[in-house]
């Protein structure tokens, strides 16, 4: 579980994201599953994706 998912705070979804940058990831998948649908998405939205960088269009 640790190597396929991302759980807890924020702040924990922006390590771990960073970590498998450093590694290589250049994307990620969000699987809404659970019962803090609109929230995880809410923080990808406004929190994370932003903690990570912008993406350049090619």
């Known amino acids: 579980m640790d ?17 498998l940058k450093e ?3 250049d994307q990620f998948n969000i699987y809404l599953m659970h019962d803090a649908m609109e929230e995880t ?5 406004k ?4 903690a990570l960088g912008e993406r350049t269009a090619v």
Not at 3 to 19: M, N, S, Y
Not at 47 to 50: G, L, M, S, V, W
Request: hydrophobic share 45%; glycine share 10%.
């Open 3 to 19: 190597r396929f998912c991302i759980l807890g705070t924020v702040e924990d979804h922006i390590a771990k994201l960073r970590t």
């Open 41 to 45: 998405l809410e923080a990808y939205g």
């Open 23 to 25: 590694l290589g990831a």
């Open 47 to 50: 929190e994370i994706i932003p």
